[in-house]
Every structure is written in structure tokens, then in C-alpha cells.
């Protein structure tokens, strides 16, 4: 089938080039003429394991390309996607003028019947505003599908092709027929596809991102009163994980959550909420312990260090999570942020978000290893859980520190081995703090 992608982001550029390795003719459409122009020279603008040989079999095999051309590019398919991004507007609300732009320019580029496929994140009733306007800017016949993503950062192209489910909201089924030709491909029996109406199908995504939202403050909650009152917050949320009706996933205590989804999916929610007279009070909390959360770094450094001014602080981990180079609401960029303005040097490594990085803080030290980044350090806070980091040479690291304290902000090494290799060492969760033996 011939598709276009409007929008090249995070989204439009992997399904769409998983799209085009199904057998599809796609198209992805982008009015940022850099990252097209880097695009055609298959320079990918993001870090996704896997895209990048990807992108290129697909434009090789000439099933895959990219143009700015937006009109063409609607003019030349049967099914149009949107897939630009939702940012957070100052009330917390989905800013939707992006989405609304693609509307205005398919409904004055509509030259015959196509499906118009909802993929951006929109709150309940976005999809009709959408019909209305291409309606109002057009005679032709179009279909509205809302078909929300779930895709994971890092995880990409494996949840394209083994998604948990596929999310179809419809309202015709001329429509419903040309979605089900395009994504059997990947339904399996166990995690079919379901096919609802559209509201539901906007209001699904919005709730599932929250719910796992929900979960992480939860847990973050928990850790923070197992520092007070004692238990391992580890072995609390294992236990908990192992009722089925709970499940282990998303109960990692940690520094909370960051990304362009769940902070601003969450507010998004919220607002939707507010404005139809309705209070979302869970979600609202699960916010406010999310943006306290990464926080909790500062009191935990003081213990070690009540004075940062002039001190080195080595930061291992930038990106929201591992596997991605986004860093769009990460934590470790409020804690760098509140870091410099304390006076603190900082020493950053993270395996692939540094050169991104360096647009928001040009002033700090970027290593090539983590090993470098400790450095002459007073302390090491681990931002985010790279695999990379769970099995360095402690010997070393100690060794390179001038103090040996480090705040584990995602609980990835075990308090007793690092007590004995002589580091001061702080989780989340755990125990309020652990002396090194020989310290
Ligand atoms: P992004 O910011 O990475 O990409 C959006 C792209 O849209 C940009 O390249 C921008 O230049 C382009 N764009 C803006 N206006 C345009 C227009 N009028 N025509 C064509 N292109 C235009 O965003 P993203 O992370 O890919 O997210 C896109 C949507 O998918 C959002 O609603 C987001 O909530 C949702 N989503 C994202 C993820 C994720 O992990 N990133 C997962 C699921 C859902």
C-alpha cells in the first residue's frame, strides 16, 4: 500500500520504516528540511537499535523515502498518518497545533477517498475536531482511524513487530478493512487486534501511559517511606510483583519518570479532566511525586558532601532511560541543572545521549568511558540504569574517586558489595546509607 508519514520524529521515522519493510510503499513526510535532508543521506537523526540498517535496506530496496513535500507526499498515497508530536502546553494540556496543521494540509491536498490514521498521542475528541477541519476544506471522502503507538524507546522495532496489541478506533468498515490489510502482519493470536470505536481507542493510550505512570510513583512512594521506617524496597516490590493481579514490570524504585510520554500524558490527562469539571486527584499526585522524586538526589548528597560548591560530580547516565539518546524530561537534567547552579563541576558519560546533551549544558565535562567520568570525583550519581554500568571494576572506580560516594538513583548495585569494596553508597529505597568497611 502507498503511505505517507506525516511527521519524521521518534515515531514516524521507526514505524514508518517498519511499515516499509512489511512491503509498503511509505513516504515520510517532515517540515524539518535538516533532518530530511540528513535522512536521504541516511544520516538518522535518533539513536534506535536497529533503524539504521533498517532504513537503509528499505531505501535500497526503494520502498522507503523521505521529502519535506507534504502536499506530494499526501497527494501520492491511500493512507495519510499523523505522527507529529503533542507537546505539553503552560496548562499542562496537549498542544495540538501541529496535529491540526496536518488536518488543514491534508484537507486541501485530499485528491480522492483515503485513511486519514490518528498515530500522535490526542485527547478524547481530537480525532473529530481533526474531521472537521480537513472537512471543512474539502469535498472529498475520507475515513478517520485512531490508531494510538506504544512503541518503547530503545525497543522500537521489536514492539513493531511483536506489539502487545494493536489499538483500532474506527468508524467505518471500509476503513477497518484497509487497517486490518496493513497490520496482519504482525497480529498474533495471543495479542490480537481490537477494533473500537474512536474515543476509546484516544482515551486507551492516555490510560495505559497513566496507569504505568501510576505505578512508578507508587513505588517511589513505597522507597521513600522504606528510608524512613526501614525494608528493602527491592524485595517489597518483588513480592509484590509476584501476584499475578500485580505484576513485576514498572516497579523498579527509582528517580522517577522522564521522557516525552508518560510527563506530559500524564498532565495532558489532568487537564482533560480540569476542563470537563472533573478532578483527576490520583494522577495529579502521581505527578507531583514524580517531580519530586528526582530531587531526592540532593538531600542524599548532602550526607556525603553538605557543601557541593567547587566540588567534582560525576553523572553516569543522561538519557530519560537506556537505550535511547532522548533526554526530554530526563532527570539527570534537573539534577545537572540545580548541580551547576550549586557550584558543583560536573563529569557526564552516558553511551549515546552526550553529543545531545551538549546543546543543553555546553559548560560540563563530557567523558568518553565511565571510568573517566569519575575522575577526581567527590561523588558519582547514576542517573540512569545502562547495563553498561552494572559490571565495571569497582577497584578502579574507587581507585579514580578522591571520595568514594556514590547515590545509586536506579538501585543497580547490591549495598553489601559496594560497602565492601570500601565505597559511602546510597540507593533508593534501601538503606538510608552505607558506610564503606574501610572508610
Ligand atoms: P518528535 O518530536 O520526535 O517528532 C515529531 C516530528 O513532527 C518532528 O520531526 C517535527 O518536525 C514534525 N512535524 C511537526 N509539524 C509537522 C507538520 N505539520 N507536518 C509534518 N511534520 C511535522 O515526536 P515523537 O516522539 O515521534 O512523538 C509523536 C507523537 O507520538 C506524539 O503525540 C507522542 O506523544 C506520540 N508517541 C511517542 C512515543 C515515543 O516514544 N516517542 C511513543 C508513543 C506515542
Redesign the pocket.
Known sequence: MKITM????????TFGTCLSDLGNEVIC????EE?ITNLKKQIIP?YEPGLAELVKRNIDEGRLSFTTD?QLAIKTSEIIYI?????VSGDGS?NLQ?VF??AE?IGKNLNGYKVIVV????PVGTCNKIKEIIQNNTEQAFDIISN??????GA?IKDFFNPDRTIIGYESEKSKKIMHKIYKAVERTDKPILYTDIKSAEMI?YASNAFLATKISFINEIANLCEKVGGNVKTVAKGMGLDDRIGPRFLQAGLGYG???FP??VLALVALGRHNNYNMEILQSVHNVNQKQRFTVFPKLETFLPNVKDKTIAVWGLSFKPKTD?LREAPSISIIQDLIHLGAKIRAFDPVASSRARNIFPEIFYSKNPYEAVEGADALIIATEWNEFRELDKKKIKELMVQPNIIDGRNIYDPDEMSEHGFNYISIGRESIRKGENN
Do not use: H, N, Q, W
Request: proline share 5%; glycine share 12%.
Open positions: 506525516l511527521g519524521t520524529g521518534y515515531v514516524g521515522l513526510a517532515d517540515i524539518d533532518k535518533i507534504l505522527a507529529v508530536g503533542t507537546p496537549a501541529y496543521s496536518c494540509t498515530k500522535s498521542t490526542v494510538p503507538e506504544f512503541l518503547r524507546e522500537a493510550k521522557g516525552s510520554c506530559k500524558d532522548d
